[in-house]
Nanobody, 130 residues
């Protein structure tokens, strides 16, 4: 069981930057692959980024490669999403998510699928003005 709380969203002009943070409760953070998914109004949830349990491997949506970076600090139970060169199409609610690798089969493919995650934060709004 884990609670996830996102922060760092807000309003930014196109070309600007934001850093999202996700703080996790509990003692099992190091066993969770972590991800970020986003949802724009009227659209489905879209995978953005994922990171393996120890941070060795990361995955990014093609459209954000070169602009976004996912990282984690297991000592702080926190995962981050650094977003640079933001575009209007990045506007969405961004959700932090945890995938329990001890209880479920995990793969590079599974953690790049939003529906494979088990725990979700409340979301933080990112709005990019054009």
């Amino acid at each position: 069981q884990v609670q996830l709380v996102e922060s760092g969203g807000g309003l930014v002009q196109a070309g600007g930057s934001l850093r999202l943070s996700c703080a996790a409760s509990g003692r099992a953070f190091g066993t969770y692959a972590m991800g970020w998914c986003r949802q724009a109004p009227g659209k489905g949830r879209e995978f953005v980024a994922a990171i393996s349990t120890g941070g060795e491997i990361t995955y990014l949506l093609d459209s954000v490669k070169g602009r976004f970076t996912i990282s984690r600090d297991n000592a702080k139970n926190t995962v981050y999403l650094q977003m640079n060169s933001l575009k209007s199409e990045d506007t969405a609610v961004y959700y932090c998510a945890a995938h329990d690798t001890t209880s479920y089969y995990s793969s590079s493919r599974s953690i790049q699928s939003c529906h494979e995650y088990h725990y979700w934060g409340q979301g933080t709004q990112v709005t990019v003005s054009s």
